[in-house]
C-alpha cells in the first residue's frame, strides 16, 4: 500500500515562496503513474494544482501555471511543488497524491495546511 | 474548462435511508472519465468510484456510479452512520482536472 507524506512550512510570508514535498514510500515513484498535487482552502473544495510523471513530464494548471514548478526526485522517492509570489488567496491545505490510470486520485497524502501572513 | 456542479449542497437524511448525490458537467466528459471520493473532517479525500461506476478497491457495494456525457449520480443504498461525510465529484478526461463544489450529507 503505497503511503504519501507531505512536509514544508506552515506559514509563507506574502510574495514569498512556498516549497513542499512529497515523500512516496511502499512503492516505487518511477512507477507508470503521475503524481500530484491538489489544494483545499479552509471550508472550500479542492483544486488540482498540476502533476507529474517519473522522467519530469509536467502538466499544470493554467491558473497557476506562471507561478509553478512541480519536480521529482527518482532517487529519493519524492516530488515537490515551489509555488511564488503567494497571496492569501493561497492559504490551503496542500495535498500530494497518486494519479491512477487516466487520473483519478487513488491515494493521497494527510495534507499539510499552509497558511499566507506576515 | 469542464465546470462541475454539484447538487443538492446539503441532503439532510437519516440512517439507513437512500442518498443521491448529482454532478453535472458543463460538457460531456471524455470516456465518462468521472470519480467520485468521500472526505471526512480533517481528512484527506478518498476515493469511491473511478470511470462513473467501478467501486474502489474496499468500497462497500452500498455505493454506486452512475451516469455518463454530462450528468452523473452517486447512490447511497442504505446509509450507515460512517456515510455522512462531504462528497466530491471530479473528471479527469480533460485538462486542467477539475472538481465540483461537493455534496454535504448530514445527519437529519
Known amino acids: 500500500q503505497v503511503q504519501l507524506q507531505e512536509s514544508g512550512p506552515g506559514l509563507v510570508k506574502p510574495s514569498g515562496t512556498l516549497s513542499l514535498t512529497c515523500a512516496v514510500s511502499?512503492?516505487?515513484?518511477?512507477?507508470?503513474?503521475?503524481w500530484s498535487w491538489i489544494r483545499q482552502p479552509p471550508g472550500e473544495g479542492l483544486e488540482w494544482i498540476g502533476e507529474i510523471y517519473p522522467g519530469g513530464i509536467t502538466n499544470y494548471n493554467s491558473s497557476l501555471k506562471s507561478r509553478l514548478i512541480i519536480a521529482i526526485d527518482e532517487s529519493k522517492n519524492q516530488f515537490s511543488l515551489r509555488l511564488n509570489s503567494m497571496t492569501a488567496a493561497d492559504t490551503a491545505v496542500y495535498y500530494c497524491?497518486?494519479?491512477?490510470?487516466?487520473?483519478?486520485?487513488?491515494?493521497w497524502g494527510q495534507g499539510t495546511l499552509v497558511t499566507v501572513s506576515s | 474548462e469542464i465546470v462541475l456542479t454539484q447538487s443538492p449542497g446539503t441532503l439532510s437524511l437519516s440512517p439507513g435511508e437512500r442518498a443521491t448525490l448529482s454532478c453535472r458537467a458543463s460538457q460531456s466528459v471524455s470516456n465518462n472519465y468521472l470519480a467520485w471520493y468521500q472526505q471526512k473532517p480533517g481528512q484527506a479525500p478518498r476515493l469511491l468510484i473511478n470511470?462513473?461506476?467501478r467501486r474502489a478497491t474496499g468500497i462497500p457495494d452500498r455505493f454506486s456510479g452512475s451516469g455518463s456525457g454530462t450528468d452523473f449520480t452517486l447512490t447511497i443504498s442504505r446509509l450507515e452512520p460512517e456515510d455522512f461525510a462531504v462528497y466530491y465529484c471530479q473528471q479527469y478526461g480533460n485538462s486542467p482536472l477539475t472538481f465540483g463544489g461537493g455534496t454535504k450529507v448530514e445527519i437529519k
Open positions: 497524491a497518486r494519479g491512477g490510470p487516466g487520473g483519478y486520485f487513488d491515494s
Open positions: 470511470g462513473a461506476s
Open positions: 511502499g512503492g516505487s515513484i518511477s512507477s507508470t503513474n503521475w
